[in-house]
């Protein structure tokens, strides 16, 4: 195919796209093209500006930004020198948005149904059959009883359940070009694996897919090309499996690194148990959230407990830490143990109006650290965690994901614990900064000699940090062992098919 011949078939394609905020450029010089049927990928971490390059070809850059360009095309239409209402009659009908939060997309006060049909009724003059076009559009994206799911409302379904309905309401006005922005960020391994694969499936079938991520092996499930960006710039660019082989530029063989976890060394020092739970049963209104639990926690050891959305793992991590009192069984510490939790969210866990400061400061009060002490005591645990202690005066808000996560492993630390329950540290954060959260918390549990229950939906980080590992499914403990001889035997189906999805997004060595 000729080079114009290839420009005019593009369903997307921009060239030199450079974007400033409040005078700084923070896209310069992006030069991408989608053909129909293609899926392209648009990896970096956070900041990178993959966003606000994805966005500037929705129009839906921030307010005082300026886009320019020298082409920028969506579905053969000039789109250079468009205003609002000129990109409001290209968006959901030429080119739609599959966003990272589908609970925040998602209208919560419209069922399921209605939010799918609104594209149709927007870009159609006298729509028709929406009814069955609406369930032929759930069906199209594997919704399991689309008729039921139509009357439902966003926070009615799960977190995997809700990015189907978003895709579905995406392709809703067929549009040529489907821009998907982080859209399996924090889903677990099974359902983030089934996400990849319908939008490899709409790819297939002819649309043009920007797949925007930070992770590469979400990369090399689903995109054709890729693009790697730093600071704004495209830093490196190509087929996927030729940059995941043989990767040119540094930052590209750092992010590819990151993705690789080293196995645990297994350890075979004999400890004693500081935690034996039995027998423990946990049920909201009428529906069993866990049940029948048993297991032990080793002292020093890390303990993994995965599972999908909906599984127990969280509700049995509240029992452990006595937020939630089981309705049967027996939860027994062995002896007196100081016991913490690291939230998945920081910025939701902080008080947003004090600063990060004030907050440490609460901790050690509450575990009962002189006042004359405390700011010396702030300063010693950012450090501990290479937080600069500067960052005691700044607002949750302020800081990065990264930042904060670690804040909030240094709120636990205040109270200086023996025993650290972790739920989903790690899940929302770029792959180089959660390496480094994971460092972190294995050098403080050997400075420390902590013990720590860690959830996650991700094997390949419970690979790297723990030493056993429970398997959760529908609220009970399908499997339990050793790490390493769990996930190289598993003996369960269930912890078969968690394995089958993370390996498919876990790159080798």
Not at 10 to 15: D, M, N
Not at 264 to 278: A, F, G, I, K
Request: charged fraction near 25%.
């Amino acid at each position: 195919m000729t080079e114009s011949a290839e420009q005019a078939s593009a369903a997307l394609e921009v060239q030199n796209l450079r974007i400033a905020i409040d005078g700084a450029v923070v896209v310069g010089g992006v030069t991408l093209s989608i053909a129909p049927g293609e899926c392209v990928a648009i990896v970096g971490e956070s900041g990178a500006g993959k966003s606000l390059t994805a966005r500037a070809l929705l129009g839906l850059t921030p307010r005082g930004a300026v886009v320019s360009a020298d082409v920028l095309r969506v579905d053969g239409h000039d789109a250079t020198a468009l205003d609002e209402h000129g990109w409001r009659r290209l968006r959901g009908a030429m080119v739609a948005l599959v966003a990272q939060d589908a609970l925040v997309a998602l209208d919560p006060l419209q069922r399921i149904g209605s939010e799918i049909a609104e594209p149709i009724r927007l870009h159609e003059r006298a729509p028709r059959d929406l009814g069955e076009r609406t369930l032929g559009l759930l069906r199209r994206v594997w919704m399991p009883e689309p008729e039921r799911r139509m009357r439902q409302y966003p926070h009615e379904l799960s977190g995997g359940l809700r990015q189907r309905a978003l895709i579905a309401s995406a392709l809703a006005a067929a549009p040529s070009a489907l821009i998907a922005d982080e859209p399996t960020t924090a889903l677990d391994a099974t359902v983030q694996a089934r996400i990849l694969d319908l939008l490899r499936e709409i790819a297939d079938a002819g649309t043009a897919v920007l797949f925007i991520s930070h992770d590469f092996a979400a990369v090399r499930r689903v995109a054709d090309r890729v693009l790697v960006m730093r600071e704004g710039q495209v830093v490196e660019e190509g087929m996927v499996a030729q940059v995941l082989e043989a990767p040119q530029h540094p930052y590209t063989r750092q992010l590819i690194a990151a993705t690789i976890h080293e196995p645990r060394e297994p350890d075979d020092r004999p400890t004693v148990p500081v935690l034996s739970v039995t027998a423990v049963a946990k049920v909201f209104a009428a529906i069993p959230a866990v049940e029948d639990a048993t297991f032990e926690v080793r002292q020093g050891s890390t303990l993994g407990i995965v599972g999908e959305s909906g599984s127990g793992k969280t509700t049995l991590a509240r029992m452990v830490i006595g937020v939630e009192r089981p309705d049967a069984g027996e939860i027994r510490w062995h002896g007196a143990h100081r016991v913490q939790l690291v939230h998945q969210n920081p910025l939701g866990a902080f008080d947003p109006r004090w600063t990060i400061g004030r907050s440490l400061r609460e901790a050690l009060a509450a575990g009962g650290v002189p006042r004359v002490q405390r700011a010396r005591r702030v300063e010693e645990l950012l450090v501990e965690v290479d937080l600069d202690p500067a960052l005691a005066t700044r607002l949750p808000a302020d800081l990065s994901g990264g930042q904060r996560q670690r804040a909030a492993i240094v709120r636990a630390l205040a109270a200086d614990p023996d025993v650290l329950v972790l739920d989903e540290p790690v899940s929302a954060l770029d792959p180089s900064v959660r390496e480094r959260v994971l460092r972190i918390l294995a050098r403080l549990q050997r400075e420390r000699r902590l013990t720590m229950i860690f959830v996650s939906h991700d094997l390949d980080v419970v690979a790297a940090v723990a030493d056993d590992v429970l398997v959760m499914q529908d609220g009970r403990i399908v499997e339990q062992g050793p790490v390493a001889a769990v996930f190289a035997a598993p003996e369960h189906p269930f912890t078969r098919e968690l394995l089958a999805a993370s390996g498919a997004l876990t790159l080798s060595p």
